[in-house]
């Protein structure tokens, strides 16, 4: 299988081992869109971390280079994100978000009393979650070893369950998370994606580790039993997971991105996944195309709103775009690239004299401007002095243009720094209803932009109207992972999905937040875990709603204002 | 001074020039090379007022700025506004959401989808520019989004109202304001009481003597909204249009100037939302500006509100006086408040209340604020012992469920209006109705006595009291009722 680069006006610049890179030419199309082309308004994202009280950088040698994940979620019921961000070979450090609504970025470090320092060290990645169906937000966390898996208790305070659970952290260098709830279960099932096995003979190259695939065993109980986790072999260097209903069916599969630069013989994949019977990939005979990328990031969205998501891989140098190609079925998952009509190849800086191709990292499809039409957001940096890669690789933000391609604002908006970024989230961090951005840089501290909204002579504007939805599942699933939601505004119709999983080493768990441009108000149905459609919810703009599943209303949820 | 006569006047004052498409009329054709208009050539087909105004207007507006905003307001709200000014939308509908047409319409006018109408005052002139319409007046409402072509009047498709007057149009948007407000302000003490005790804490939606039903506030910043009534769940005061829809006249203005002449402000429909600036596709861009929706809002919120008179006749007077005891007796006044305090004649443009699609107040440096007491009318206004404006609307900005199981005249839509059903309706401001038959929503009655005996739901007793009552009293509620008049 060739290399994947889509430009199609390119010229080779060298051969670097097997890595063929190209450079564009100055009369690259995807370069030629004019300043002025984007109309809709640009966000201006102003960085203020050091101010906000953060103060986090992951660093570390050869493994560390991957991961530098953060997790969005709220640890003590104030539904404001808090953010847990990985270390490295620093330890991991929790900061309890303190912001007023539509004011400065503000958060409190805190200890994390339920971890040694051992455990606090070596972190790649997390994901929040609630395992345990209760009250509070338990978070998973991706190490080099063993896997932790922390009980959410009351105040941001965790505590380490891998015992309770049978859960086997193992001791793998892990760097990917998704989990999903199988039918009927009321415990979810957890994907671990490894990368390489440093212990094999010849490693790094070929020796990529078995990812797992973490099954609870019973059916009742206040808590899983993981005493017997499979190994999902074969395995590619996974670097981003995400449980996937790709095909409508109801029953998400697995979907892995893997990078090219270790495994030998491998692919992305797709792992199909029926209740009680062993994962099975998708094969070239079922359809399944083989692609072979450096895939760091996956990030899910419906742009077409045909029910079937697209998929936005971030890799170096092309991202991709998968989408359903006119071959497809329901059973056989055949996908084409779509990046480069939709331009959105993002292959190279967009800003600067640097001309080779970037390294994309967090991927992320979200509304900054609410205009309704999503965004994409990759934190891009160079691994970590690759001399045929960006040096100056500055993070993208691929705007929507309602035509159903992106416009590259990132320098506009401010978020192209002279940085590595690795993990990320776009989340509303100060209840303001535009959403913000924190990416984890390695070695360098970690970037937090307020999105201010647009940018005036005078001042600041708010952008777009906007909705932020919470899910309530029941008594399990709280979060109703798996759940999708239709947001109806005249003639358009939004979704968003409810994953844990995909992006980079970076999990969110919190308001599902979508744009409404002009309108000011929107019906909303859900389809819950398990099918079941909700009835119409009908609520006002620029509002936070909760919706739980069997309520009539909706109910309306105001952030503290002191 | 008649409309000819201001347009001509305003023909000879613009500075600015328009393309005249030869053709442009009644049928979108194709058009041969473009008449440019000069501002010195008083036959002119163009509107001169729309650029009048070229800078939105911010801070406090004096006597002379106000003055000429609302001069040139009115010379916009009685435009008939042309081609070349953008009149038209063949490829939108009349949506509040910029909405493509699924199907292009040859001609300029439609009279059930619009566009119906070629001026704001072509509709609103009874008994003087301003004022409400008759019969013929009448506008299909419908969402515009699905079958916005619809060529039929079954209720089905629309709803069909009457159109409303606007006189004392900025003291209930005020009116408004603060009891969103206040309403506000009520929320967030039971959100902190709550958050304080760690408990539900239940409080009523109180404003101005008018009750909208409770919510229950939770610990944890949740809010239960079941016991919310007459107003929406954003618990915004919205006090225009027959169902309360309406935030402001500002939003009014953008939706109608859309809807019924095909005239589009740039503030929703220009680029920075459809990424077009000429989005209906009748080949002029950017229609109106935003400071020419804030002369429209400046003209119609300094309208006079309506007046009770004395009648010249004795027997009218004297039967007035009874008329006016008996509204009370009749529970009338228990929705139509006869008046409702307010605070502050500062009116400002834009208002904090608006969304994006509307300006409002994030979106300016500085929103124009203009003192309504600067108005010769306004002297007129009581004031109650705090000093207020008693502002005498005849009614409670709330909507009310007006049928039951056996009078429902009222309930002859089939559509439901932005979440609000369909036989629930904003009390109607008896201001002014001495002036402006036909009457109700849809203006099915020609007597006053036959709206009255409509009433059915929350207005069912007052009704009752009103059918039980002899008929001199009831000749008496009518001949005060006749008073409140639009002069």
């Known amino acids: 299988m060739g290399v994947h680069f889509s430009l199609r006006v390119c010229v080779p610049l060298l051969l670097a081992g097997n890595n063929l890179v190209f450079a564009a030419t100055a009369s690259d199309p995807l370069q030629e869109t004019p300043a002025t082309a984007f109309p809709y308004d640009i966000p201006h994202m102003q ?237 070239s005979s079922q359809g399944w195309k083989p692609l072979r990328i450096w895939g760091m990031g996956i990030a899910e969205a419906d742009l077409d709103q045909d029910g079937l998501p697209e998929y936005a891989l971030s890799s170096m140098g092309d991202t991709m775009l998968q989408t359903l190609d006119p071959d497809a079925d329901a059973e056989r998952p055949t996908y084409r690239d779509a990046a480069y009509e939709k331009q959105m190849t993002a292959h190279r800086p967009y800003t600067g004299t640097d001309l080779k191709p970037s390294t994309g990292w967090h991927t992320q499809f979200a509304d900054l401007n609410n205009d309704t039409h999503l965004d994409l957001f990759i934190a891009k940096g160079n691994v970590e002095a690759m001399p045929d890669f960006a040096a100056f690789d500055p993070d993208n933000l691929l705007m929507g243009d309602g035509q159903g391609k992106f416009v590259e604002n990132g320098a506009k908006a401010g978020i192209a720094l002279d940085t590595r970024g690795r993990g990320a989230a776009v989340v509303d961090l100060n209840a303001d209803g535009m959403q913000d951005l924190v990416v984890v840089n390695r070695e360098a501290n970690a970037s937090l932009f307020r999105n201010m909204g647009a940018q005036t002579e005078w001042g600041h504007r708010p952008m777009g109207n906007w909705l932020a939805i919470e899910l309530r599942n029941g008594k399990t699933n709280v979060n109703a992972i798996g759940a999708r939601i239709s947001i109806k505004t005249g003639n358009v119709t939004q979704s968003r999905m409810v994953q844990i999983g995909g992006g980079h080493a970076s999990g969110q768990l919190g308001f599902a937040h979508v744009g409404l441009g002009v309108a000011e108000r929107a019906t909303i149905r859900v389809q819950w875990p398990g099918g079941d459609w909700s009835h119409e919810y009908r609520v006002f703009a620029n509002n936070f709603v909760q919706l739980t599943k069997g309520q009539p209303e909706a109910l309306y949820w105001y952030p503290r204002e002191r | ?331 009338c006044s228990s929705c139509h408040k006869t008046s409702l305090p307010l605070k502050s004649l500062s009116f400002a443009d834009p208002g904090a209340l608006d969304v994006a699609g509307t300006i409002n107040t994030t979106q300016v440096e500085s929103p124009a604020i203009y003192d309504l007491a600067l108005l010769g009318w306004a002297k007129d206004l009581p004031r109650n012992d705090k000093g207020e404006i008693l502002v005498p609307l005849f009614g409670d900005l709330k909507r009310h469920k007006m049928t039951d199981r056996s009078v429902a005249a009222l309930g002859n839509e089939l559509l439901s209006q932005r979440f609000v059903g369909r036989d629930i309706f904003m009390t109607s401001e008896l201001w002014g109705i001495g002036s402006t038959a036909p009457y109700g929503h849809r203006n099915d009655f020609t007597t006053l006595d036959e709206i009255i005996l409509a009433h059915g739901g929350a207005g069912r007793a007052a009704r009752d009291a009103y059918l039980d009552a002899d008929p001199e009293a009831r000749s008496a509620l009518i001949a005060f009722l006749k008073t409140l008049v639009i002069e």
Request: glycine fraction near 8%.
């Open chain 1, 47 to 283: 960085e203020e971390a050091v101010a906000a009280g953060i103060e986090h950088s992951y660093r570390g040698p050869w493994e560390y280079f991957v991961g530098g994940g953060v997790a969005s979620f709220d640890c003590n019921a104030d539904r404001m994100p808090d953010l847990f961000m990985a270390g490295g070979v620093e330890p991991a450090q929790f900061f309890v978000n303190e912001s007023k609504k539509g004011g400065p970025l503000k958060f409190r470090k805190i200890e994390l009393p339920g971890l040694s320092g051992r455990d606090k060290t070596r972190v790649l990645g997390a994901y929040p979650i609630n395992f345990d169906n209760d009250a509070h937000t338990d978070l998973v966390v991706l190490r080099l070893g063993e896997n932790l898996i922390l009980k959410g208790e009351p105040d941001c305070s965790f505590s380490k369950a891998n015992n309770e659970l049978n859960f086997d952290g193992g001791i793998d260098w892990s760097t990917a998370f998704a989990a999903t709830w199988e039918e009927n279960s009321i415990f979810p099932t957890m994907a671990f994606g490894n990368y390489v096995d440093r212990t094999a003979p010849g490693s790094p190259w070929g020796t990529c580790a078995a990812n797992i695939l973490a099954r609870p065993l019973n059916a009742e109980g206040s808590l899983p039993d993981y005493s017997e986790a499979l190994n999902l072999e074969p395995a590619h260097c996974a670097l981003s997971v995400l449980f996937t209903d790709w095909n409508k069916s109801g029953q998400p599969s697995l979907r892995v991105t893997n990078d090219r630069q270790y495994y030998r013989g491998g692919q992305e994949q797709l792992w199909r996944l029926e209740a009680g019977r062993p994962p099975r990939q998708f094969s």
């Open chain 2, 1 to 331: 001074m008649s409309v000819e006569n201001k347009l001509s006047k305003r023909f000879k004052t613009s500075s600015r020039f328009f393309p005249l498409h030869a053709l442009a009329g009644l049928l979108y054709v194709s058009w041969p090379a473009a008449v440019v208009w000069s501002a010195d050539e008083p036959w002119a087909e163009t509107t001169a007022a729309i650029g009048q105004t070229e800078v939105m207007p911010a801070g406090m507006l004096g006597e002379k700025e106000l003055l000429e905003l609302i001069e040139t307001g009115e010379q916009l709200f009685s435009a008939k506004f042309t081609r070349p000014d953008g009149a038209g939308r063949p490829a939108a509908t009349q949506a509040i959401i910029p909405t493509k047409v699924r199907h292009r319409t040859e001609q300029a006018f439609a009279r059930l989808p619009g566009p119906d109408a070629q001026a704001c005052s072509s509709c609103h002139n009874d008994p003087v520019i301003g004022g409400a319409g008759d019969f013929v007046t009448n506008v299909f409402v419908a969402e515009g989004f699905g079958n916005a072509n619809f060529d039929t009047s079954d209720p089905q498709f629309s709803n069909e109202r009457g159109t409303n007057h606007l006189f004392g149009a900025g003291l209930l948007e005020l009116l408004a304001r603060e009891m969103s407000a206040d309403l506000a302000i009520t929320r967030r003490e039971a959100l902190d009481n709550a958050a304080q005790r760690q408990e539900p804490v239940k409080v009523e939606l109180l404003t101005k003597g008018v009750s909208f039903g409770y919510l229950t506030a939770m610990p944890d910043g949740l809010v239960d909204l079941k016991l919310v009534d007459g107003v929406d769940d954003d618990l915004i005061v919205r006090p225009f249009s027959q169902k309360g829809v309406m935030t402001s006249l500002r939003q009014f203005s953008v939706n109608a100037m859309n809807h019924h002449h095909g005239m589009q402000a740039t503030e929703r429909f220009g680029a920075r939302w459809t990424a077009e600036p000429d989005f209906d596709e009748d080949t002029v861009s950017d229609e109106l500006t935003a400071a020419d929706i804030s002369a429209l809002v400046a003209w119609q919120a300094t309208l006079a509100p309506p007046v009770q008179i004395q009648p010249d006749d004795v027997n009218w007077q004297q039967a007035a006086a009874t008329g006016k005891s008996l509204f009370g007796q009749f529970e």
